[in-house]
């Protein structure tokens, strides 16, 4: 059994256990690769992958397995060569970030900024992923950080944590009626025509959960995913708009009245997830305070520690996250 087995093994995998595509990305050969897995089959005693001829047709369930406990074996490695890194050259190295595409934009302007200031030899890549409900499998991906909005439980692998949280508001016209209302309530804007966010985007959830507890079927009108769609209909006064505050731009849309709605929909929390055992290198520690001031280093160091010893769930205080 060798890294290069093991390698070949979890790449035909990651492509849909498509050996020529494989071989392609690893500029090697295919016989190369199928020879490669055969040996390491030959050594387990076991078949990783059903086949069809000379075609891989589907991971065996012992594969499964198998397969998993690569991945980590890999991670590790991996991990091994960041601390090499680290020591070799401390101002240089990448930062993988996992998160959806709406997600992405929530993340403030301002930490992107400050981050790249401070450490301007350290590749940030921020990755669009279509969904975040299984963080395990992105965290495997050799992603440093997954940052998502949909609250998911600490297992022993991994360790999940608020980052901050954010509010929905109200965007319409200038003059519009509700401008001229103080503390409305959800009977009052259902009333109106509603444009928002489609079902699989973050803070559709804080909506529909507000007018199912008030009993109200909205008016929901339109829907996307792209928030400029929705400000543009609302310049059409074609109704009222609810988005996340953090997508209204004060100077690019001057011409449109925000109005808070923290009153009317719960908040949202966006999370940052990462392994427990991942090697944290100093810009690491940095980019999570960055974007979320009360994890500082000392006290991450900390939660990684109590997870460690106790095997618990972490609880945080939430009252001194940022509300955004």
Not at 88 to 108: H, S
Not at 166 to 172: A, D
Not at 282 to 307: C, W
Request: proline share 3%; aromatic share 10%.
């Amino acid at each position: 059994m060798n890294l290069k087995q093991l390698k070949y093994t979890i790449e035909v995998f990651r492509n849909n256990l498509n050996v020529s595509l494989t071989a392609k990305k690893l500029h090697t050969s295919q016989p190369g690769i199928s020879k490669q897995i055969r040996l390491l089959e030959e050594e387990l005693g076991t078949e990783i992958f059903y086949r069809n001829g000379k075609h891989l047709k589907k991971t065996t369930f012992a594969g499964k397995k198998i397969i998993d406990k690569i991945n980590k074996i890999l991670y590790k490695i991996d991990d091994i060569k960041k601390i090499a890194e680290e020591y070799n050259n401390e101002k240089k190295g990448c930062l993988d970030i996992a998160t959806t595409q709406t997600q992405k934009r929530y993340i403030p302007i301002n930490v992107i900024k400050q981050f790249i200031s401070k450490f301007p030899e350290i590749s940030l890549k921020i990755h669009n992923i279509p969904d975040t409900s299984i963080i395990q499998d992105l965290l495997d991906d050799n992603y440093d950080f997954a940052i998502f909005s949909s609250e998911a439980k600490n297992n022993n692998n991994r360790l999940v944590l608020p980052c901050f949280h954010w509010k929905l508001s109200l965007i319409t016209p200038k003059n519009h009626p509700l401008t001229q209302m103080i503390n409305f309530n959800i009977q009052v804007l259902s009333s109106y025509n509603l444009l928002t966010y489609t079902k699989h985007c973050n803070g559709r959830t804080s909506i529909d959960q507000a007018f199912y507890k008030a009993g109200i079927s909205p008016q929901i009108i339109f829907t996307s995913m792209d928030t400029n769609s929705i400000k543009n209909y609302v310049r059409m006064n074609l109704g009222v708009g609810i988005i996340a505050y953090l997508e209204y731009d004060h100077n690019l849309d001057a011409d449109l009245n925000i109005i808070d709605a923290s009153h009317i929909f719960d908040l949202s929390t966006t999370f940052i997830a990462f392994h427990k055992g991942a090697f944290f290198r100093d810009y690491m520690y940095s980019f999570v305070e960055l974007i979320a001031p009360h994890l500082t280093k000392n006290r991450l160091i900390e939660l990684i520690g109590e997870q460690d010893h106790n095997k618990q769930e972490t609880t945080l205080k939430t009252d001194n996250i940022c509300i955004y």
